[in-house]
């Protein structure tokens, strides 16, 4: 009687082991993902939503991946970020890696281009450049040989001291983009940032032409007038220029200088530092004495070393 009481307790006990193990294996058994799947399926949200959170991360993770890095000279972009269940080799191949371009390069700029009073200077500075120009080809071509009126010489003199450099130095180069391996280029955010400054710039240039122009054009019918009164006055004094080659001996008893002049007239002339006279000798080859007032009052000299 006792032995069947403990077979009875006995079975009663295995049975109930094995229901419970059937029952714990069921409750933790739930459908398995594969290793390249970019996201683990939570049994306690269905399929759709786990698609769209898929595909919000892979948006999210390739909007990040594109936009180019503003410090590093290399990095790495992943370029297909969906998913995949190559292996691992193939993987890897998705992989492009990218660095500075060496031949690329901008200037960094961000100074104002277009402003009102850079259209009035630069105009007024270029109308000097070509008056000076201007008055230089009258020289040369119509009044080499009749005497240049002191006027106009004193013009060009007080526009060639007065000329400054339109631009200043470009600056340090920086580089424009990345180059990577399967071929495509991405700018960098300096590059970026400079474009879009430009393209800002360049909205004022309409304003800044225009007064330019009006500018250029108000100081242009100036000098053009200063230059026809300075050739009209009879009473102007002309002289003529001539080039001086000034040359002093650095060793010996006399260590004066000489000066020897070859003037537009077809005259050469010569004279010594702190004499009075200075000779001269004509196209025909006769000899002209002249006192340094009278050679002043005739020529003007442009110094040639």
């Known amino acids: ?51 769209a959170s898929s595909s919000e991360n892979a ?25 995949s269940s190559s292996s691992a080799a193939e993987s890897s191949s998705s992989q492009v890696s990218c660095m500075i371009d060496g031949n690329s390069y901008f200037y960094k700029d961000r100074s104002e281009k277009y402003t009102e009073s850079q ?12 008056a000076a120009k201007k008055i230089g080809l009258m020289i040369q071509n119509d009044l080499k040989s009749k005497g240049v009126p002191q006027c106009l010489q004193d013009m060009q003199d007080s526009l060639e001291r007065s000329f400054v450099a339109l631009y200043g130095a470009p600056g340090t180069p920086i580089p424009s983009q ?18 879009a400054f430009d393209e800002e710039q360049a ?19 100036k000098f053009d007038k200063r230059i026809n009164d300075c050739l009209n006055d009879s009473n102007a004094v002309k002289r003529i220029a001539c080039e001086m080659t000034e040359m002093c001996p650095l060793y010996g008893v006399n260590l004066k200088c000489s000066f020897n002049y070859k003037c537009d007239d077809g005259i050469s002339c010569q004279g010594t530092e702190g004499e009075n006279d200075i000779n001269c000798t004509d196209k025909q080859g006769e000899a002209i004495k002249y006192t340094q007032e009278e050679f002043e009052k005739r020529y003007y000299t442009k110094r040639r070393y």
């Open 119 to 130: 259209a009035i200077s630069h105009a007024t500075t270029q109308v000097q450049w070509d």
């Open 59 to 83: 948006v999210e993770s390739s909007s990040s991946e594109a936009k180019a890095p503003s410090s590093s000279s290399e990095f790495t972009q992943v370029i297909n970020p969906e998913e």
């Open 203 to 221: 909205k004022k240039k309409p304003q800044y032409d225009e007064k330019y122009n009006e500018v250029y054009k108000e100081e242009t019918e």
């Open 1 to 51: 009687m006792n032995i069947r009481k403990h077979w009875k307790r006995l079975l009663l006990t295995t049975t109930a082991l094995f229901w419970a193990s059937c029952t714990s294996e069921n409750e933790n058994t739930f459908p398995t993902i594969g290793q390249d799947t970019p996201h683990a399926v939570d049994p306690g949200i269905s399929s759709d939503s786990n698609i």
């Open 178 to 195: 990345y180059k990577c391996s399967d071929g495509t280029t991405i700018p960098t955010e300096s590059y970026l940032e400079q474009k």
